[in-house]
């Protein structure tokens, strides 16, 4: 009960955390063992996934509201509930007297006994549980499938009711995990050999080459395979970006908003280490975590330059990669923290700000170079009608086909972006285009 109940008090920190600064810190879970720090990443991520939810439960068995608890009590009920009602390995007694022992130790006793009323209250009617029942049929929605009313208001308008409703049940399920073996470090077959010893279950991706759809990404941490630059964990649809930019050996390459850096990394894996990959972002703190992963990989080709990609200079390369800062609404189910972090606002100050990083990034392509963007958002507005936005402005740069480097599945009919969606293709949501500079 002890490491349980530390797995628990340990996400409640981390949520409480989040609502008070919006930042998800699972440095809190330093002090577990692995697996323990694994369970707290799902803990947080799933409460996070079924949010609105699960305070519509807690309105409904508490006297006391949702809007007027503290977060201290709002995240142990969370928490509580979830184990209840979703973690069917834990049993009743165990989800209530640790929620219960939480609360004491962190709020006192009377919090404490607070927290069994209401726990008992649902225990006892989880049978017949009431189901949300708003006459406004958005906030209907944004409560049953825990996502924020603006969201959900965009993508009913856009996509229908029934595949939004599919999109917000696939970012509510545990998401897809991708690992890349890294060629500079070993052959695929060998990294197949290892995965096959470490009983890992795999299936070989149809889309591009190294790339491996697995359940897990916990064995690759444990046995160090990550950290020794055997593989990297990435998104398939993640890797569409620096395949299309299709970086030759010898090239100059800038990567531009780069950290974390499994891009860089991928595209020094497709140069062969030969030729140079400046890497550029504005967070000194992130390049030093890229700084290290470029040496545990072998990417021996790539320079760090920190810096706002709008001031730096660099000069001209022959290909640009500019994955641009976005509201990341296709990484939902591993991000479950984003649809809380993002509203109207920020969504056009991310327009805005990759308008602006979008024309720098431009003026760094030489003549006949190539320039790629990308983000992993599913709006319009920081994707195709970016693009359109910038065309009109530059006359320069055409948009290149991409039906040679990608399937057409992931295709617009004119086969000039990629765009992925979870509930569709069983990936991140990502979207790319390949401009060549002409005159």
């Not at 001031?311 to 290909?319: I, K, M, P």
């Given at each position: 009960?002890?490491?349980?109940?530390?797995?628990?008090?340990?996400?409640?920190?981390?949520?409480?955390?989040?609502?008070?600064?919006?930042?998800?810190?699972?440095?809190?879970?330093?002090?577990?063992?692995?697996?323990?720090?694994?369970?707290?990443?799902?803990?947080?991520?799933?409460?996070?996934?079924?949010?609105?939810?699960?305070?519509?439960?807690?309105?409904?068995?508490?006297?006391?509201?949702?809007?007027?608890?503290?977060?201290?009590?709002?995240?142990?009920?969370?928490?509580?509930?979830?184990?209840?009602?979703?973690?069917?390995?834990?049993?009743?007694?165990?989800?209530?007297?640790?929620?219960?022992?939480?609360?004491?130790?962190?709020?006192?006793?009377?919090?404490?006994?607070?927290?069994?009323?209401?726990?008992?209250?649902?225990?006892?009617?989880?049978?017949?549980?009431?189901?949300?029942?708003?006459?406004?049929?958005?906030?209907?929605?944004?409560?049953?499938?825990?996502?924020?009313?603006?969201?959900?208001?965009?993508?009913?308008?856009?996509?229908?009711?029934?595949?939004?409703?599919?999109?917000?049940?696939?970012?509510?399920?545990?998401?897809?995990?991708?690992?890349?073996?890294?060629?500079?470090?070993?052959?695929?077959?060998?990294?197949?050999?290892?995965?096959?010893?470490?009983?890992?279950?795999?299936?070989?991706?149809?889309?591009?080459?190294?790339?491996?759809?697995?359940?897990?990404?916990?064995?690759?941490?444990?046995?160090?395979?990550?950290?020794?630059?055997?593989?990297?964990?990435?998104?398939?649809?993640?890797?569409f970006a620096p395949t299309i930019l299709d970086?030759?050996?010898?090239?100059?390459?800038?990567?531009?908003?780069?950290?974390?850096?499994?891009?860089?990394?991928?595209?020094?894996?497709?140069?062969?280490?030969?030729?140079?990959?400046?890497?550029?972002?504005?967070s000194n703190e992130r390049l030093q975590k890229?700084?290290?992963?470029?040496?545990?990989?072998?990417?021996?080709?790539?320079?760090?330059?920190?810096?706002?990609?709008?001031?730096?200079?660099?000069?001209?390369?022959?290909?640009?990669?500019?994955?641009?800062?976005?509201?990341?609404?296709?990484?939902?189910?591993?991000?479950?923290?984003?649809?809380?972090?993002?509203?109207?606002?920020?969504?056009?100050?991310?327009?805005?700000?990759?308008?602006?990083?979008?024309?720098?990034?431009?003026?760094?392509?030489?003549?006949?170079?190539?320039?790629?963007?990308?983000?992993?958002?599913?709006?319009?507005?920081?994707?195709?009608?970016?693009?359109?936005?910038?065309?009109?402005?530059?006359?320069?740069?055409?948009?290149?086909?991409?039906?040679?480097?990608?399937?057409?599945?992931?295709?617009?009919?004119?086969?000039?972006?990629?765009?992925?969606?979870?509930?569709?293709?069983?990936?991140?949501?990502?979207?790319?285009?390949?401009?060549?500079?002409?005159?």
């Amino acid at each position: 009960m002890e490491t349980e109940l530390s797995e628990r008090s340990v996400s409640v920190d981390i949520l409480i955390n989040f609502d008070e600064n919006q930042r998800i810190e699972f440095s809190y879970a330093d002090e577990l063992e692995t697996r323990e720090r694994a369970q707290v990443r799902e803990y947080v991520q799933n409460i996070l996934r079924k949010r609105s939810y699960l305070d519509f439960l807690i309105n409904e068995f508490s006297s006391v509201t949702i809007e007027e608890m503290k977060p201290g009590l709002k995240n142990i009920l969370r928490l509580a509930i979830y184990d209840l009602l979703f973690q069917d390995s834990t049993p009743d007694y165990a989800a209530i007297n640790e929620a219960v022992e939480i609360a004491k130790m962190k709020l006192g006793s009377k919090t404490g006994d607070l927290v069994n009323a209401i726990m008992r209250n649902l225990q006892r009617d989880r049978d017949k549980l009431p189901k949300p029942a708003f006459k406004d049929r958005n906030k209907l929605v944004a409560t049953t499938f825990s996502h924020p009313e603006w969201m959900v208001a965009r993508w009913r308008q856009r996509f229908g009711e029934r595949e939004a409703f599919q999109l917000m049940q696939a970012n509510n399920s545990r998401p897809n995990f991708y690992v890349r073996v890294n060629s500079l470090r070993t052959k695929p077959e060998n990294f197949e050999l290892r995965m096959e010893k470490m009983d890992v279950i795999f299936e070989t991706s149809e889309w591009l080459p190294y790339y491996y759809k697995v359940d897990s990404v916990q064995p690759f941490i444990e046995k160090g395979l990550l950290a020794k630059g055997i593989c990297q964990v990435q998104d398939v649809a993640a890797g569409f970006a620096p395949t299309i930019l299709d970086p030759q050996p010898g090239e100059k390459v800038f990567d531009l908003c780069a950290a974390p850096g499994t891009k860089s990394i991928m595209m020094a894996d497709l140069m062969q280490a030969e030729g140079d990959i400046t890497s550029v972002d504005i967070s000194n703190e992130r390049l030093q975590k890229l700084a290290e992963s470029a040496l545990n990989y072998g990417a021996e080709n790539i320079k760090i330059r920190g810096g706002d990609v709008r001031e730096v200079s660099l000069g001209l390369a022959d290909a640009v990669l500019l994955d641009a800062p976005c509201t990341g609404t296709g990484v939902l189910s591993k991000r479950a923290d984003l649809r809380w972090r993002r509203d109207q606002e920020g969504l056009d100050n991310a327009v805005a700000l990759q308008e602006e990083l979008l024309e720098e990034a431009a003026n760094m392509v030489k003549r006949g170079g190539r320039l790629v963007y990308s983000t992993c958002s599913l709006e319009p507005e920081e994707n195709m009608e970016q693009i359109e936005k910038f065309l009109e402005k530059y006359d320069n740069f055409e948009l290149e086909p991409l039906d040679i480097y990608l399937p057409e599945e992931v295709l617009s009919e004119d086969m000039l972006s990629y765009q992925t969606f979870p509930h569709k293709h069983g990936c991140d949501g990502h979207f790319g285009v390949l401009l060549k500079r002409v005159k």
